[in-house]
């Protein structure tokens, strides 16, 4: 080997910037490519099921699939001499609660909530009677004739509060007969953190927002997204005065 080979090459002031400004990304990527792949805390539980409650039937809930019921559909029907009644109540387990409040008489209605309704300590949890139909008198209830509204729910985890929702149709037919069909239910698993009734999956299993883009959570970061119109990254881009 010449001497005049073991010469050090030198470089431009911009080049060494830019090889520089690589490492430094590069080294930014690396560090979001561990904060992404962190396992995420919070989570909606989704379970979907097809069950009916018909006359006097009955169906509990185990929101947490611990095997222990959180809350028990009952569909109570009897009869006289004179009429017959059919009656839906949704009957929370001890220290658990179901949406709502005590209207007419002091029922406590559960009310029947719509897909995008906010469950959460904000709501009052003092309800419990769905619907009701007597023959020759006539319904009451706010779950009359619904399809596809919500139970807003609060059960224990191990001494605290979290909140979820159980998705139903109920009908009345034939003058006296109240059938409720159970389609799904879910839960948050962060304690009293909120939950919106209808929606089966958190940020941590759809998607996340970045800014002004919705990109999937899975996606680590990359040198193409830490490029992407981030204010601080322009100084990177900077030539040289």
């Keep these: 080997m010449k001497p005049s080979d073991k010469t050090p090459s030198t470089v431009s002031a911009s080049t060494q910037q830019r090889l520089n400004m690589y490492a430094l990304a590069a080294s930014a990527a690396g560090v979001g490519v561990l904060a992404l792949a962190q396992p995420a805390q919070a989570r909606i539980i989704y379970t979907a099921v097809h069950h009916v409650v018909g006359k006097n039937g009955r169906y509990s809930i185990d929101l947490n699939h611990d095997k222990v ?6 569909n109570t029907h009897g009869c006289n001499t004179d009429f017959c009644v059919d009656a839906l109540s949704a009957v929370p387990a001890a220290g658990n609660g179901v949406e709502g409040m005590p209207g007419f008489l002091s029922i406590p209605y559960a009310s029947a ?30 779950w009359l004739n619904v399809d596809n509204h919500y139970l807003g ?29 159970l389609t799904g239910y879910a839960y948050e698993t962060i304690a009293n953190k909120p939950i919106v009734a209808g929606r089966t999956k958190s940020d941590a299993d759809g998607t ?9 959570a899975s996606q680590p970061a990359t040198l ?7 204010p601080s990254h322009s100084v990177w881009r900077r030539e040289p005065r």
């Design 113 to 142: 909530l719509t897909r995008g309704a906010v469950i959460g300590p904000q709501q009052p949890f003092q309800g419990k009677f769905m619907a009701s139909s007597e023959s020759g008198q006539g319904t009451i209830g706010k």
């Design 69 to 74: 019921a959180d809350l028990t559909l009952v």
């Design 208 to 216: 996340v927002d970045q800014g002004t883009a919705m990109l999937p």
């Design 153 to 181: 729910l609060k059960f224990q985890i191990n001494g605290k509060t979290h909140f979820g929702w159980a998705r139903l149709s109920v009908h009345v037919s034939g003058g006296a007969f109240v059938k409720a069909t």
């Design 224 to 230: 193409g997204l830490l490029a992407m119109g981030s």
